[in-house]
T-cell receptor, first 114, second 114 residues
């Protein structure tokens, strides 16, 4: 997985709570993609970030979802006021170098909303 | 818009049989990249192979081989002499050079029986 880390691996939230998912690409790498795998919808692109910039958020739901990749620290995918439909596996991916075509995925965070 | 179609939902074979997974794609870009990823029961996404649009040479890597044909927009993947450990969901994916975000097919579940 080219050293892409995600935590937590599993997250349980009750409806209405907030979920924070973290992704750390390899040290020094500055590109992160987030994808969501819903049970009946497959893997879908959500957002593409570089350090301190959102490059493409065309796949993000319009409400309750936000993402950031600060200068220091991991990328955060934040889901406010979670609903049962948010239950999914969330993956982040990072290329091993800038403008590298191949994305390596982290292990994913399995979010379960009760 | 880019699109990836994996018509096969499930394939079941007996160990040592060959398995060929079909993938058809659509894109308007002249420069694009095709991938196969594997998702074993443990849930992580494992990169297998990548092919660039400008390189139609087909190759073999161990028990994996692929057949990329631009004329039919197909990128098929073969596992030779399948093993039980090959049991997984296999995803075909496409990215374009403008942003490298991945579009995935729906996946093909491969079950290899001993």
């Amino acid at each position: 997985n080219a050293g892409v880390m995600q935590n937590p691996r599993h997250l349980v939230r009750r409806r209405g709570q907030e979920a924070r998912l973290r992704c750390s690409p390899m040290k020094g790498h500055s590109h992160v993609y987030w994808y969501r795998q819903l049970p009946e919808e497959g893997l879908k692109f959500m957002v593409y970030l570089q350090k301190e910039n959102i490059i493409d958020e065309s796949g993000m739901p319009k409400e309750r979802f936000s993402a950031e990749f600060p200068k220091e620290g991991p990328s955060i995918l934040r889901i406010q006021q979670v609903v049962r439909g948010d239950s999914a596996a969330y993956f982040c991916a990072s290329p091993p170098a800038p403008n590298q075509e191949t994305q390596y995925f982290g292990p994913g965070t399995r979010l379960l909303v009760l | 818009a880019q699109k990836v179609t994996q018509a096969q939902t499930e394939i079941s074979v007996v160990e040592k049989e060959d398995v060929t997974l079909d993938c058809v794609y659509e894109t308007r870009d002249t420069t694009y990249y095709l991938f196969w990823y594997k998702q074993p029961p443990s849930g992580e996404l494992v990169f297998l192979i990548r092919r660039n649009s400008f390189d139609e040479q087909n190759e073999i890597s161990g028990r994996y081989s692929w057949n990329f044909q631009k004329s039919t927009s197909s990128f098929n993947f073969t596992i030779t002499a399948s093993q039980v450990v090959d049991s997984a969901v296999y995803f075909c994916a496409l990215s374009e050079a403008r942003d490298y975000k991945l579009s995935f097919g729906a996946g093909t579940t491969v079950t290899v029986r001993a």
